[in-house]
């Protein structure tokens, strides 16, 4: 179900957290564009190689030998293009927050992954973990067996998140209890640019 039809939020729960060093919490932009190249790099190179050499005219085996493991790294790649996703939404990709959110997700929309609207949904999740208001336990209740969570669940995920970021670029407000730190307007305009960039992937 989407997130709006059910969403309840509920009190937050004070709870300890543990100290962490403050060189944690620092933006390094020159390691986040590694981080982006390393992720493209894989998904891009190595895609590429196992789509060449699947075509060669070299005997079967040969092929399956080196197109296989490019393959599954490939797919590593578009993996960690949703981290790059994930990272760019809370953030820390950049010191400059507009920066941060463009990049993650320009980057990620090359797999089809709705930075936005994960957005939406990954702030509240955050805000109110393991509670029955968490937008991870409506989206992820319905996969129950390991099966269904392999194949099934993180597909229902992207649909959840790319129907928030279809609402929220129509201008529809969200009954979440967290908010992004964007002001409507300006989150409505990043929810069309990233359709504009699921398109332009897309082509």
Partial sequence: RPLSDVYCPQPRRERERPPLPRKFYEIRTWKSLLF??????????????????????IPIWLRVLVAAPALLFAAHGVHLLGFIGHEGIHLILHPNRYVSILLGMFVSSMSFFSAVGYAISHWNHHR???????????????????ASRILFARAGANRAYLRNTIATARGDELPVGYKLPFRPHVQQRL?????MFLLFWVG
């Avoid at 029955?132 to 390991?146: G, K, V």
């Fill in 128 to 146: 109110f973990t393991n509670q029955e208001s968490d937008p991870d336990t409506i989206i992820f209740t319905p996969y129950q067996t390991l």
């Fill in 36 to 57: 982006v190249a390393y992720g493209v790099g894989t998904f891009v190179v190595l895609g590429q190689l196992a789509a060449v050499v699947s075509t060669m005219d």
């Fill in 191 to 195: 929810a069309q640019l990233n359709l």
